[in-house]
């Protein structure tokens, strides 16, 4: 069987290249030599709960409990779960697929590796940004990050797995959960890493000896600051109560439109928080929408590490002034916040 080396791509054994493609990051999909495969009903779902254990084999019993609230009786090879597996060889069969699928008293196997199958793809991509992001790289994670959410075919409001009817309460359907909640989380560290990078070079722009070229890049990646916010804004519509895209979104408006779109943001954060849960938000949010206001948040994101979920900046007892010319007076288009 083919196995999945450390960068996600699949082969060992002498194996050729993939020949087969399963989709399961919007409408489930399944692509053998080049060619969709039809699927429909029980069979597309079976297809579906097995790609998230692809390469893996599964009991019988873990099949039925993914896929029925009350798993159906096996009366031998004509059980519900017996008759779709049989009907799941043949379509594979049928599209040139047939050793795709392996089947033995323990269970059943998909035999596709990490590389042919998004999600497997998805997962590694975050897991090789979140070891970048560990080591000080924020450029590199963040591209990596970008690459994983590039798995997905649907956008920020479409699921996983769609059109798959699971047990409500089994785990291919809290699968599906898991896999929605990755992709926040990914988005946010995507846009941590970018706004690491704003910054940088804003922090750098308002500095006393900033010459004239990093002024102007800084003034360049204020445009970057509000993609991010708008990105931010999408997110945040899907997934409202995620307290670090508030935090991201304060602080994008901050460096993208300055103090006062900052604050609007900050005031729909609160408004969202005490509508919905009837309670303020947490210290963090609190702390960065006040640094949003002293104008510090460029020199805290700036500093050595990318701060980290849980870290809560100091706000500043007092305001910060604006950075300063060389020469004497604040410098418009330096400092993010006005």
Not at 183 to 207: F, K, N, P, Y
Not at 249 to 270: K, N, Q
Request: charged share 25%.
């Amino acid at each position: 069987m083919r196995q999945t080396g450390p960068e996600g791509q699949g082969a060992a054994d002498g194996d050729d290249p993939a020949r087969a493609e399963l989709r399961l990051l919007g409408r489930v999909r399944l692509v053998v030599a080049g060619t969709e495969v039809s699927l429909s009903g029980p069979v597309h779902d079976l297809l579906a709960v097995l790609g998230l254990r692809s390469g893996e084999r599964v009991s019988r019993d873990l099949l039925a409990a993914a896929l029925w609230p009350a798993p159906p009786p096996r009366a031998g090879s004509g059980g519900r779960l017996d008759t779709t597996v049989a009907e799941l060889a043949t379509v594979l069969r049928r599209a040139g697929g047939g050793d795709l699928l392996a089947l033995d008293a323990g269970g059943v196997a998909l035999r596709l590796a990490g590389r042919e199958v998004d999600a497997s793809r998805f997962a590694q991509l975050v897991a090789r940004a979140r070891e970048r992001l560990a080591a000080g790289d924020v450029a590199q994670a963040g591209d990596l990050f970008t690459a994983a959410l590039d798995q997905w075919d649907v956008d920020l409001d479409g699921e996983p797995l769609a059109g798959c009817a699971f047990n409500p309460r089994g785990w291919a359907a809290a699968e599906r959960t898991r896999l929605v909640q990755m992709r926040a989380a990914a988005v946010e560290d995507r846009w941590a890493c970018a706004l690491r990078t704003v910054a940088v070079a804003l922090a750098a722009a308002g500095g006393p000896a900033a010459d004239a070229a990093v002024v102007d890049a800084g003034a360049a990646v204020q445009a970057a600051a509000r993609q991010a916010a708008q990105e931010l804004e999408r997110a945040l519509r899907r997934h409202p109560l995620r307290e670090r895209l508030w935090e991201l979104l304060v602080t994008a408006a901050a460096f993208g439109r300055g103090r006062r779109v900052a604050a609007d943001a900050y005031a729909r954060a609160t408004a969202t928080f005490a509508d919905d849960l009837g309670v303020e938000p947490g210290g963090r949010l609190r702390a960065v929408g006040e640094l949003a206001q002293a104008c510090g948040l460029a020199e805290w994101w700036a500093g050595g590490d990318l701060p980290a979920a849980d870290a809560r900046p100091a706000a500043p007892n007092g305001p910060a002034e604006r950075p300063r010319r060389p020469g004497g007076g604040a410098e418009r288009g330096t400092c993010p916040c006005r």
